[in-house]
C-alpha cells in the first residue's frame, strides 16, 4: 500500500510518502511545503492545496495518514494548523484516498513504543525503518514520514 503521512502546518507542513508492504516500508518522497509568513492565510492555503494536489498526483498514495491536532500553546497556532488540517482533509477526500487520522502519542507508540519519546528518538526511528542513510530534514518531514509508517504498521501487524 502506498500512503502518504501529512504534519501539518501553514508554515511548514511535512510530507512523506512510503511503500508498506509484507512488514516492510520504503520511502518514495518527503519533503516540506513552506508558506511565506507574511502573505495572506487565505494564499497560504491555496499553496497548500496546490502543492499538495501536484504531490498526490506525482505519487499516487491510496491512503492519507494525518496527524491529529493534540494541542496547542497557542491558540493562534492551533487556530491556522487547524485550517491547514481542514485543507489537508479535503484535497485527500477529492483526490478519493482513505483518510486516517492518528494522536502524536499513536504516532510515538507506532514507530518508538513509547509513547513520550521526543522528536530526535522519533527522527532516528524513522531513518533505521526506512534505512535511510540520514535523519529525513526538516523535522517536519521525519514526522509526516512517522505519520504514514503509524498506519503501515496498524494495518500490517
Not at 25 to 38: N, S
Not at 117 to 142: F, N, S, T, Y
Amino acid at each position: 500500500m502506498r500512503i502518504l503521512g501529512i504534519d501539518p502546518g501553514t508554515g511548514i507542513l511535512g510530507f512523506g510518502v512510503i511503500e508498506a508492504s509484507k512488514g516492510k516500508a520504503q520511502m518514495v518522497d518527503a519533503g516540506v511545503i513552506r508558506t511565506p509568513v507574511k502573505e495572506d492565510d487565505a494564499v497560504r492555503l491555496m499553496t497548500i492545496y496546490e502543492e499538495l494536489t501536484d504531490i498526490i498526483a506525482s505519487t499516487r498514495p491510496t491512503i492519507m495518514s494525518v496527524e491529529k491536532l493534540f494541542f496547542a500553546r497557542n491558540v493562534t497556532t492551533a487556530m491556522t494548523v487547524a485550517q491547514a488540517r481542514g485543507v489537508v482533509l479535503l484535497t485527500g477526500r477529492q483526490a478519493g484516498l482513505t483518510i486516517a487520522e492518528y494522536t502524536p502519542l499513536q504516532i510515538k507508540m507506532a514507530v518508538t513504543g513509547y509513547g513520550k519519546a521526543d522528536k530526535k528518538q522519533i527522527q532516528e526511528m524513522v531513518r533505521v525503518i526506512l534505512g535511510l542513510q540520514e535523519v529525513p530534514k526538516p523535522d517536519d518531514c521525519a514526522d509526516a514520514l512517522a505519520a504514514a509508517l503509524t498506519h503501515a504498521q496498524t494495518f500490517m501487524a
